[in-house]
């Protein structure tokens, strides 16, 4: 069982409120990542982390933002949610180091299934 | 482009009986395939993983094979259970990144019915 928690797990809200889902892993993992899926679709990056002052954006364009301020703690940020923003959104990580040696083997939460009305 | 591709979308089966889930990808260059089982509004969970160099592995009652060759694999389940319903998805990594890129495919639903 994967040491990785996404809060809230569940979240119901109107447009234009600013929400943030927290991620935290325990396994000192230096990558960390954030996917978005919609219902019978594919996983899409929407963002990345290395390691702590390091994110990146994804393959997929976001309106949300991340921050990495400490090892174990990614969390995501929607300034002004709205109905389009409505999706699961995963949480992972991985070791750091050679991808060779880890298989990058992400290790993911259980999500946060986002309504916006 | 580096896409995973999937079949079948969805698949019933009765408890009990196998059943045989693909893959065909075109990501290059390979580094492993995985498969993950994708329980209804949790994250995924890793079931095998196979390199270039493995052409098949067994996690219980799931065996993946892979061909390297024609860029298939497919996820065997034997004896399936009620648990197995789910959805399976079927990802390839790249080594062309030091980020170690995930291709992920649409994944196959599996119901089991008793």
């Known amino acids: 069982e994967a040491d990785i928690y996404q809060t809230p797990r569940y979240l119901v809200i109107g447009t234009g409120k600013k929400i943030t889902l927290e991620c935290s892993q325990t396994m000192g993992h230096d990558k960390m990542y954030w996917y978005q899926q919609d219902p019978g679709m594919e996983l899409h990056l929407i963002h990345y982390s290395y390691g702590v002052n390091s994110t990146e954006k994804g393959d997929l364009s976001s309106e949300s933002t991340v921050s990495r301020i400490r090892t174990e703690h990614f969390p995501l940020t929607l300034e002004s949610a709205r109905p389009s923003h409505t999706s699961q959104y995963l949480c992972?990580?991985?070791?750091?180091?050679?991808?060779?040696?880890?298989?990058?083997?992400?290790?993911f939460g259980p999500g946060t299934r986002l309504t916006v009305l | 482009k580096n896409q995973v591709e999937q079949s079948p979308q969805s698949l019933i089966i009765l408890e009990g009986k196998n059943c045989t889930l693909q893959c065909n990808y075109t990501v290059s260059p390979f580094s492993n395939l995985r498969w993950y089982k994708q329980d209804t509004g949790r994250g995924p969970v890793s079931l095998t993983i196979m390199t270039f160099s493995e052409n098949t592995k067994s996690n219980g009652r799931y065996t993946a094979t892979l061909d390297a060759d024609t860029k298939q694999s497919s996820l065997h389940i034997t004896a399936s259970q009620l648990s197995d319903s789910a959805s399976y998805i079927c990802?390839?990594?790249?080594?062309?990144?030091?980020?170690?890129?995930?291709?992920f495919g649409r994944g196959t639903q599996l119901t089991v019915w008793p």
């Open positions: 990802v390839v990594s790249d080594r062309g990144s030091t980020l170690g890129r995930l291709y």
């Open positions: 992972a990580s991985s070791e750091g180091g050679q991808p060779a040696r880890s298989y990058n083997e992400q290790f």
